[in-house]
């Protein structure tokens, strides 16, 4: 006794109908129609890309216009500059009033952790400056204090 595989029986006229409706004249595509030019798919990826970046810029640019927009809502506080010290602890200054603050800042706790005047800061135009003029200008308003 012979083992045959099932298999199921395919009438003839499904698949005639099948290849009849492949081949007509609506629904047939021609060689250019089934693979696209190359050229226009990285043109269309190109200019979805440019899409999305203008998108993120655009949103980037509105945050920094709020985080503004967020100090003057403050009063009298103003932050004067901050540097890292560490990879998620950094030490700011901040001025209230006729006092300046110097804060340990780190994710889930700040510190004071010196109170000077505003007289003892130099409070000069505001400049961009790099993370190690502040570091200077710190070290040396801390020596300067305690010299005092």
Known sequence: MSYKPFSPRISGAPTSLFALLCTSPGIAMSATEAAPSAAGSVMQMLFGLIVVIAALFGTLM??????????????????????????????????IG?????????????????????????????????????????????EKRRAQ
């Open 62 to 95: 509105l945050l920094k216009k709020l985080q503004a927009g967020r100090t003057h809502l403050v009063g009298n506080l103003k932050v004067i500059g901050a540097t890292n010290v560490g990879p998620r602890e950094r030490v700011v200054l901040v001025s």
């Open 98 to 142: 006729s006092k300046v603050l110097v804060l340990g800042v780190t994710p889930g706790r700040v510190n004071a952790l010196q109170t000077l005047e505003s007289t003892e800061v130099p409070m000069s135009a505001p400049e961009p400056a790099s993370g190690n003029d502040f570091a200077l200008r710190l070290k040396q308003l801390l």
